[in-house]
């Protein structure tokens, strides 16, 4: 979301920055719009300034003991017009509003510019590949041979796009999200939360998933209530309509939800597995700073979700998304990518996103500088979010890339205590 002032005075080159991106924006209502609010906000504010001369000249008048009805109706006439364009200029600000709300996010300079994935720039990569003297399975034939994940009896409960875990498969997943949290607490400082998983419209908006994607959220039939997609919406509108002290900045939380997710538009994608369910679990990472630490912010966030995968010995690459392949609300993603060897190939496991003070102008989360007199302006505080990580696309890398030659597991060495010394997943 744009301030009014700078889509007034800098729309031509929010249009020019925004390059594809902008291409469903309609741009010139939108310069329609804030034409026409700039002058019915005129007309207003010359018939404010007539209505006072009108009341002053009718304290006149009747200081004077001259007649006063005339005067007194005309006034009531510049006060009834008044109203009714006031009325007008609601109107017109509100569509305005809608639309801003459906504006992506300017990229940042440094973000590469580019149409899709095929433009995103790998930054670094870590780890071996696994190397297997046999043919490497896909997870879903590991998972359902060991009984451990199942498919079909998810999709009798609920239908595609869903998966039952059951023992040992439960027992790994528990172990990840654990893993998780305590690495993300006890080394990295962020404040664990446990969020609702049903949030209002207007946290929604704050995040920026409303208006423009809800047909890809999960809504209540009688209520205005929306399953969350990702535990960045409850964490990030934790501080919404808040005044926040710079003293106590920054803020980290993390948090471990399941994830709802319709997936509108992935029709025939990924069908098979893990990568792409309508549920899901995840632990998430968000940041609250000042705007002179995000982009440092964000480099520390993306190695902490990295560090996961470390922990875990599982290859991984970085990737910087280009300008096309970023979400709606990002200025700049890194993308986190684990290796898959039944596919040869990099799937995604983490996006990690500096929103500068797009999501805080949404959720109108200000602070105010160390010092500060409390009358002092206050600024939009920067957010920032990233999964750390999706915990069933770690436990398929897990399952692919310490798979045995007799279907078993290994599992890793830092989520044995986790699961009562486990060492290994057999039939």
Known sequence: MYDLRQLRDHLDSIRERLGRRGTDVPWDTMKQ??????????????????????SDEVARLKRAKEPADSAVAAMKQVGDRI????????????????????????????????????DNVEIRQWGTHPSFDFPAKPHWELGEALGILDFDRASKLAGARFV?????????????????????????????????????????????????????????????????????????????????????????????????????????????????????????????????????ELERLTGHAESILQGLGLPYRVMTLCAGDMGFSATKTYDIEVWLPSQQHFREISSCSNFEAFQARRANIRY?????????????VHTLNGSGLAVGRTLLAILENYQQADGSIVVPAPLRPYMGGLDCIRK
């Open 368 to 380: 105010r500088t160390k010092g500060a007199k409390k009358d002092s302006k206050t600024e939009f």
């Open 83 to 118: 109203r009714e364009i006031e009325g007008t200029l609601r109107g017109v600000e509100e569509s305005l509003t809608d639309l801003n709300l459906r504006i992506p996010n300017v990229p940042h300079e440094s973000v590469p510019p580019g149409h899709d994935a095929s």
């Open 164 to 296: 039952v875990m059951t023992g040992a498969g439960a027992q790994l997943e528990r172990a990840l999200i654990n893993y998780m949290l305590d690495r993300h607490t006890t080394q990295y400082g962020y404040r664990e939360v446990l969020p609702p998983l049903l949030v209002n419209r207007a946290t929604m908006t704050g995040t920026g998933q409303l208006p423009k994607f809800e047909e890809d959220l999960f809504r209540l039939k009688d209520e205005d209530y929306f399953l969350i997609p990702t535990a960045e919406v409850p964490l990030t509108n934790l501080h919404r309509d808040e005044l926040l002290d710079e003293e106590i900045l920054p803020i980290r939380y993390t948090a471990y939800t399941p994830c709802f997710r319709r997936e509108a538009g992935s029709y025939g994608k990924d069908t098979r597995g893990l990568i792409r369910l309508h549920q899901f679990n995840k632990v998430e990472l968000v940041s609250f700073c000042p705007p002179d630490q995000s982009q440092a």
């Open 33 to 54: 719009l804030i034409e026409e609010r700039r002058n019915l906000t005129m007309q207003v504010e010359l018939l404010r300034n007539d209505l006072k001369k009108g």
